[in-house]
């Protein structure tokens, strides 16, 4: 998958058309999952995303990268990013993405680096990491499995604690809502 939309611009950058975020055509989620789907099917083991700059995006590449994942758990997610590992890691809804990813391409596209590479990087700086090792050693859990810590993700808002929102890199405001405890039944 394209993701049009990028902040970091590297000179010299194969796909400089993807640079604005009004190029393409949207797809929905259901659209996404039939293509993968369709691809299952006549043998493909894997998604990636590319860009522009998929992570310019986090909450949609959070959605998509879900439901692949509960669709299609044997499928390989591979994200190619302009952003260093260590600076996704930094933003809580990137960071959640790569929980759910198996390899990720980083690293600024460096035109005086550019040569045939293996491992489909575009120079010679850039990472190919293999996520799952990667997590036991640098990642650390942003949700526990306290319900006073529980997050919920919608298609209309995202809730949260006030003492857990700005962990999650939330402010308050309109896309936020407070959640509260659950009631047990007849409390």
Known sequence: FWAAGCSLRCRGCFNSELWEQNV??????????????????QGDTGVAFVGGEPFDQPWTLLTATA???LVHPQQTITLYSGFALEEL???PVRHAVLWLADLLVDGRFEARLAKALPNYRG???QRVIRLKPTRRRLFRRVVSA????????????VSAP???A????????????EC??????GS
């Open 123 to 125: 120079s010679a700086n």
């Open 180 to 185: 509260g405890r659950l009631q047990e039944a």
């Open 166 to 177: 700005p962990m999650v890199g939330l402010t308050t405001g309109g896309e936020i809502q």
């Open 146 to 157: 306290r319900w006073d810590r529980l997050v919920a993700i919608t298609n209309q808002a």
């Open 67 to 69: 439901a692949i994942k």
């Open 24 to 41: 393409g055509r949207r797809f929905s989620l259901r659209e996404i999952l039939t293509l993968v789907s369709i691809g299952a099917l």
């Open 89 to 91: 890691l930094r933003h």
């Open 162 to 164: 006030p003492q857990l």
